[in-house]
């Protein structure tokens, strides 16, 4: 066969199962009888190097914190623990068939290409398109899996069958379509251009639900999208969560001057102002004492959190601030941030002192959002304000004096 200059000679796909024992038979038996000039895995450089050198620091504490980013790795850690949990199962360590590949790609002389998209990038675009009611059911169905005590029934055989594998990606499609454009659909097109790049014999070893996306654009590579496109994260031009937050600092912001202008007595300003306080102290302090952060921790988020909402920085909000003292008193050693995805049980989950500071910093978060609720529910009817009232004497007064 003459070998086009545009094209590899071959592509051979191996669809395999990350957490099957026959996975890493079927990937070394392939290598060894098909002696490729590369063997492609579907790695992106910081998993080979999570895989490879599972001692090396990824990332600071400070940058999770502080990069508005919380929620991504809390969804990445929480996957990778899932995963995780399943291999513990059935006794194989997730990526093994990874690992079985570059060794047996060095015993025959062939070299490794990491065809990939960054995790960081794909967890980016998961979560920027997925829906606010999408990223509560995957965390609710995550959650249930990983705290769950019950065994999960895997026939690690069928598992990697095209008909397993079709069943297996129309039910993601269901739970959230997005999900499934971000984690299969674009890293099926993205694995398959980087393999058109190639040359030589490859043998390509990738998950099994990527099996068929990828021998469709390898057929018909003219549908392969820009490459580019793909390693770029969406900015949404209507982004919820922050209007969100605009609305409720500007009601919050709202609802103190409307106190103020009512000509309330000074007593039941100072009314107004505690209850805000000390619901967010106990609601703040409530969930960091709840997720055994330091005392300290404690101590700072139910002082501090009455005053987070007015602060539009992301790295003053409460739940940060919460993370760092978490951090500085109880620093994670280099083994917690290789070990944090490899925990197989919510015991060893929760001593692990990365994810524990994780956890503070959401936990403290979402009891300090669950308190400005509450307050901006119960403040009016406590304090005897009437907005509407306010309102109209405010009008009022306006339009006297013009």
Do not use: C
Request: charged residues 20%; without cysteine.
């Amino acid at each position: 066969m003459n070998e086009s200059p545009d094209q590899p000679a071959e592509i051979i796909v191996v669809g395999t199962a990350h957490i099957s024992e026959e996975s890493i038979a079927e990937v070394r038996r392939t290598i060894e009888a098909e002696r490729p000039d590369v063997v492609a895995v579907e790695l992106d450089p910081g998993r080979y190097q999570a895989l490879t050198n599972p001692e090396q620091q990824s990332a600071s504490i400070k940058d999770i914190l502080s990069s508005g980013k919380l929620y991504q790795f809390l969804v990445h850690w929480l996957l990778a623990y899932v995963q995780n949990k399943l291999g513990a199962e059935v006794g194989v360590k997730p990526g093994s068939e990874m690992l079985s590949a570059i060794d047996a790609a060095r015993s025959v002389g062939a070299s490794v290409a990491l065809v990939d998209r960054d995790i960081n990038i794909t967890i980016a675009r998961f979560w920027a398109k997925m829906r606010l009611i999408e990223k509560l059911k995957m965390l609710i169905a995550l959650l249930g899996i990983g705290t769950s005590d019950e065994e999960i029934d895997l026939d690690l055989k069928e598992i990697t069958s095209d008909d397993t594998i079709s069943q297996l990606v129309t039910e993601l499609r269901q739970f959230s379509p997005n999900a499934a454009q971000v984690l299969v659909d674009e890293r099926d097109a993205y694995l398959a251009g980087n393999l058109l790049k190639l040359r030589g014999k490859i043998v390509a070893v990738v998950g099994a639900g990527h099996k068929e996306g990828i021998k469709h654009y390898l057929e018909h590579p003219e549908l392969v999208p820009s490459l580019e496109d793909l390693n770029t994260v969406p900015k949404k031009r209507f982004n919820f969560t922050k209007i969100v937050g605009i609305a409720f600092l500007a009601i919050i912001i709202g609802l103190f001057a409307l106190i103020f202008l009512s000509g309330a007595p000074l007593a039941v300003v100072l009314l107004a102002f505690g209850y805000w306080f000390v619901l967010h102290a106990v609601f703040a302090g409530g969930f960091a004492t709840a997720s055994r952060s330091h005392p300290l921790a404690i101590a700072a988020s139910a002082g501090y959190a009455g005053f987070s909402p007015f602060i539009p920085i992301p790295f003053l909000k409460v739940g940060v601030i919460a993370g760092l003292i978490e951090a500085a008193k109880r620093p994670p050693s280099t083994e917690d941030f290789s070990g944090v995805a490899k925990v197989a049980s919510v015991r060893e989950l929760l001593s692990n002192k990365l994810f524990r500071i994780l956890l503070v910093a959401v936990a403290v978060n979402v009891g300090s959002s669950l308190a400005t609720f509450i307050s901006l529910l119960v403040i009016f009817p406590m304090t005897g304000i009437n907005p509407y009232d306010i309102l109209l004497t405010a009008f009022s007064r306006i339009t006297g004096m013009v």
